[in-house]
């Protein structure tokens, strides 16, 4: 039997080229395996701590689903729903809030943070905590177990969830006898962290200094020109750890870069080591943005897609809800 590959994406914000090669790209890598049987969702129920306006919510999820597609996501080949279209998936939840002990989610990063955060400000330390944050590495627990995931692709700030999600299947099956399979997490350790545009280590939309992956030509020229740079003249050597060689080296080959490293030791001026990551991006990400534009004005099509995976997925979680419930006397 192939191993389950799962991984959620929450729809909070417009996706950008460090959410591309960071987890897109790879995760979509890892589902053309044919050992493995994918299964790639958009994790709204999460998406609900953060986002509070359904039109919001409604918008974010088209985006994140048209990227995906557009991004080489073959539905054929992977299970591609919404989390909120299988609802076993909430009463999976409920089962798990009884074998998981309120001192694990008391360790949870994300709670912790919040806490501090109140504290630092002098406020009661639950002051930025609904039940929602609280609980929300049991959800994500539900998530995982329901599919029998045996891999969980994710970035490194995920990783505690799927300890966590590994401690709370254990616990359930000691305790009822084995019905889930356990999980990992899986790290690329290789995949390097893109550079904001405003110069520092990490683009982040937390921190407002990312290229979109799929804005117009136009905005996507003004973004990289906007990218910070030092002082050094034209004419004098250039750095190849500065953020445009970085961002460049994404989107180049072998061949490209090492060309295009001799031009920074020649001393190109930025305004033409600019426009060469414009023309390098803007053909890289061209045939993906003309699919994400197709997908956007042909949401029926996406929407269609969705409905089918979300056939599969509910199938599969039925069957492991049914098994769940069975185990422990329902
Ligand atoms: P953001 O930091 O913009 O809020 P998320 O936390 O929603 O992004 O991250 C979604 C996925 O994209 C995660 O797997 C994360 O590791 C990856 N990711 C986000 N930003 C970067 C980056 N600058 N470089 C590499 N991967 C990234
Ligand atoms: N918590 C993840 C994030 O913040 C999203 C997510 C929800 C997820 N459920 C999941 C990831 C299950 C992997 C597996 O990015």
């Not at 890598?29 to 044919?34: A, G, I």
């Not at 959800?139 to 401690?167: C, F, S, W």
């Not at 999980?183 to 690329?188: D, Q």
């Not at 020229?221 to 050597?237: A, E, N, Q, R």
Request: proline share 5%; with cysteine; aromatic share 10%.
């Amino acid at each position: 039997m192939n191993k389950v590959v799962l991984t959620g994406i929450k729809p909070t914000g417009i996706p950008h080229i460090g959410n591309y090669f960071g987890a897109i790209r790879p995760a979509i890598e890892m589902s053309n395996n044919p050992e493995y049987d994918g299964y790639f969702f958009i994790a709204d129920y999460h998406a609900l701590n953060f986002i509070k306006d359904p039109n919001e919510l409604k918008e974010l999820t088209k985006l994140v689903a048209c990227t995906w597609l557009a991004c080489g996501l073959d539905p054929k080949k992977v299970v591609f729903y919404r989390q909120s279209s299988v609802p076993e998936v909430t009463e999976l939840n409920w089962i798990l809030n009884n074998v998981t002990s309120k001192g694990l989610m008391n360790r949870a990063h994300a709670y912790k943070a919040s806490v501090d955060r109140a504290i630092s400000e002098g406020k009661d330390p639950d002051f930025y905590v609904n039940m929602g944050l609280y609980c929300y590495p049991i959800l994500m627990a539900a998530d995982i177990l329901l599919y029998n995931t045996k891999l969980v692709p994710v970035g490194l700030d995920q990783k505690q969830h799927v300890e966590m999600a590994r401690d709370i299947a254990k616990s359930f099956n000691k305790t009822f006898g084995y019905t889930f399979v356990v999980p990992s997490e899986l790290i690329s350790e290789d995949v390097a962290v893109v550079p904001g545009i405003d110069g520092s280590n990490k683009m982040s939309k937390s921190h407002g200094n990312v290229i979109p992956l799929f804005c117009s030509e136009e905005e996507l020229k003004k973004y990289i020109m906007s990218i910070k740079t030092d002082s050094t003249p034209v004419g004098d050597p250039k750095s190849v750890e500065c953020t445009l060689f970085k961002l460049y080296r994404l989107f180049a080959t072998e061949q490209e870069c090492m060309k295009m490293a001799a031009k920074y030791q020649a001393g190109i001026g930025w305004a033409e080591a600019k426009n060469e990551l414009f023309i390098a991006a803007n053909n890289y990400l061209k045939p993906m943005r003309e699919k994400y534009n197709y997908y956007m004005s042909h949401y029926d099509e996406v929407l269609a897609i969705l409905e089918a995976g979300e056939k599969k997925a509910r199938k599969v979680a039925k069957e492991t809800l049914q098994r769940a419930r069975t185990a422990i006397g329902l």
